[in-house]
T-cell receptor, first 113, second 113 residues
């Protein structure tokens, strides 16, 4: 079974601080994604990547940066955390960009105070 | 912006009953529709999916129906079990070659014994 591991599982950050969420996959998948989950909004795509050292903007990229230093690792960076970024963040991977299933991590619950 | 509308927001059914969840969309380029199941504290996991060339796909107690003319899809769960209690997301992907899924807001299902 494909495995996507996120760290930390939860985090409390202060407004204006820097936050880094990490994701590691052992699936040998090329595609990785960062989603944000808010009540009433489902999952919204922040950034994605289909090859190491390259990232693409998703539907809601403002206030977020992403880094893909290797095929296995994909990070989401909040340079200046804001209250509105309080949410649950999910990392996912897929074998290809086609109609391949997404394998999600367990999520990171971020609270910005 | 591409959207997928999902209803109802929440639903309670008796054990053994049939659950029906629905989604609608407007973008005619959508051609692949997966349903994801999410248990509390976990990431979503693929439950069942359908391509726009089909009108029905069945997997055990779960069946998804697709109506291209009305731009609607549904998920039917027969003999609903308490273990089916979860949040269900429909999603859609277009045929333009991008790698993004659009998710509905989710339906929270509770099956009571």
């Amino acid at each position: 079974e494909a495995a996507v591991t996120q760290s930390p599982r939860s985090k409390v950050a202060v407004t204006g601080g820097k936050v880094t969420l990490s994701c590691h996959q052992t699936n040998n998948h090329d595609y990785m994604y960062w989603y944000r989950q808010d009540t009433g909004h489902g999952l919204r795509l922040i950034h994605y990547s289909y090859v190491a050292d390259s990232t693409e903007k998703g539907d809601i990229p403002d206030g977020y940066k992403a880094s893909r230093p290797s095929q296995e690792n994909f990070s989401l960076i909040l340079e200046l955390a804001s209250l509105s970024q309080t949410a649950v963040y999910f990392c996912a991977s897929s074998a290809q960009g086609g109609n391949e299933r997404l394998f999600f991590g367990h999520g990171t619950k971020l609270s910005v105070l | 912006q591409q959207q997928v509308r999902q209803s109802p927001q929440s639903l309670t059914v008796w054990e053994g009953g049939t659950t029906v969840l629905t989604c609608s969309y407007e973008d005619s380029t959508f051609n692949y529709f997966p349903w994801y199941q999410q248990f509390p504290g976990e990431g979503p996991a693929l439950l069942i999916s359908i391509l726009s060339v089909s009108d029905k796909k069945e997997d055990g107690r779960f069946t998804t129906f697709f109506n291209k003319r009305e731009k609607k899809l549904s998920l039917h769960i027969i003999d609903s079990q308490p273990g089916d209690s979860a949040t269900y997301f429909c999603a859609a992907r277009d045929n333009t070659g991008n790698y993004k899924y659009v998710f509905g807001a989710g339906t929270r299902l509770k099956v009571i014994a």
